[in-house]
C-alpha cells in the first residue's frame, strides 16, 4: 500500500494505471471462480427425471413446450417461442469517425413455459436464470422497431441492429435449478369449506339466493342452508383437486447456485465455460503482472 501512495506522489497517472490493472486482477478472478463454479455444477449434478427428481437442486432435460393458454411470441418479430430475449441498437458516429452502437432498448420474456421429458413436466420460471439460446439472428434495418416494414436494401442506411434470441417448442432444454412439487391438495377440506363459506357470505349475489324471506339478512336457517351448500360445493372441488397431478416447478435457487437455461450441448457449453474461464484467469495474472511491474519499476530510486 505504502508502495502504491509513494506512487501516486512520484507519477499520479503511472499510479492510476496501475489501480486500473489491479481492478482487472480483481474482476478477472472473480469471473474466473464464478465461471469455475458454474461449470462445476453443471459437471457434478447428475440429471434427474422429472418424477423422481428429489426436491432442491437438480439437472432436468427435456423438450421445451408452451403452456395452455395465450402464446408466447418474440417482441421483434412476432415468432412464436416459448422464451426471448431481445436487442435494438442505434448506430452512432464516435470521434474520428469511428462507428459504435448505443442499446435504445432491451428485454427478456418472464413468462412460464413447460420442460417435458418421457416422466412429466414441469414449469420453468425463468425469472434470474442464465439463458443461453442455440437460435440467435441478428440484421439491421433502418427503423427502432423492426416490425413488417424494415428495409435492409443496401441502399438504406440500416442505422439500427436487430438481435432476438428464441428458445422454440420442441427444442431440447438443458435446465439446472431449484425443482419444488405443489401438491393440489394443500388446503384441507375444512379450509375449503370455511374459505368458501366466507366467500359466499360477502358475495351480495350468493347471499340473495339464500335469503328465502328477501328482509336483506339471513337468519339462523338460511344461513344453515348457505353453509350446508357450500360445504357440498367445497367437498367437490376438493374431490376435484385429489385427482389432479402434483404441479412441478423450476425456478432460481435460493441459496444463489446458478439457475442455467440452455438449448445448447450441457457439455459443449460446459466446455466453453471452462475456456471462458481460464481466459479470465490468464487476463488477471497478467493485470497483477502489470501492477507489480509499475509498483517495482514506478518509484524512483531511494536515496
Not at 492510476?16 to 482487472?24: Q, R
Not at 421483434?76 to 448505443?102: A, M, Y
Not at 413447460?114 to 414441469?122: A, I, R
Not at 401438491?183 to 328465502?212: E, H, M, N, Y
Request: glycine share 8%; aromatic share 10%; proline share 6%.
Amino acid at each position: 500500500m505504502q508502495a502504491l501512495i509513494d506512487l501516486f506522489h512520484a507519477d499520479p497517472e503511472r499510479a492510476m494505471f496501475a489501480l486500473f490493472m489491479g481492478g482487472i486482477f480483481i474482476l478477472g478472478t472473480i469471473m474466473f471462480l464464478k465461471l469455475q463454479a458454474r461449470r462445476r455444477w453443471m459437471e457434478d449434478v447428475p440429471t434427474s427425471l422429472v418424477r423422481s427428481a428429489s426436491q432442491g437442486y437438480v439437472e432436468l432435460e427435456g423438450a421445451a413446450r408452451l403452456m395452455e393458454g395465450l402464446p408466447i411470441l418474440s417482441p421483434l418479430t412476432r415468432t412464436p417461442c416459448t422464451w426471448w430475449r431481445f436487442k435494438v441498437e442505434k448506430r452512432e458516429q464516435g470521434g474520428s469517425n469511428r462507428t459504435r452502437w448505443n442499446t435504445v432498448r432491451q428485454g427478456a420474456s418472464g413468462s412460464l413455459f413447460l420442460l417435458q421429458d418421457d416422466t412429466g413436466e414441469c414449469v420453468i420460471d425463468p425469472d434470474d436464470a442464465l439463458v443461453e439460446p442455440a437460435w440467435k439472428r441478428v440484421w439491421q434495418g433502418d427503423t427502432p422497431d423492426p416490425g413488417m416494414m424494415a428495409r435492409t436494401s443496401w441502399w438504406q442506411a440500416n442505422d439500427y441492429r436487430y438481435t432476438e434470441e428464441l428458445i422454440q417448442p420442441g427444442e431440447r432444454l438443458y435446465a439446472l435449478g431449484w425443482f419444488t412439487s405443489h401438491d393440489p391438495l394443500q388446503i384441507s377440506p375444512q379450509d375449503g369449506v370455511r374459505d368458501t363459506v366466507i366467500a359466499w357470505k360477502t358475495d351480495p349475489a350468493i347471499r340473495q339466493r339464500f335469503d328465502a324471506d328477501g328482509d336483506g339478512r339471513l337468519d339462523e336457517g338460511e344461513f344453515a342452508a348457505l353453509r350446508e351448500e357450500a360445504r357440498r360445493h367445497a367437498m367437490a372441488s376438493h374431490r376435484e383437486r385429489a385427482g389432479a397431478p402434483q404441479t412441478h416447478v423450476l425456478k432460481a435457487d435460493p441459496e444463489g447456485r446458478p439457475f442455467i437455461l440452455t438449448t445448447h450441448d450441457p457439455r459443449q457449453l460446459a466446455a466453453r465455460l471452462r475456456i471462458q474461464a481460464w481466459l479470465w484467469l490468464a487476463g488477471a495474472l497478467a493485470a497483477l503482472g502489470a501492477f507489480i511491474h509499475l509498483l517495482t519499476r514506478g518509484l524512483p530510486p531511494q536515496m
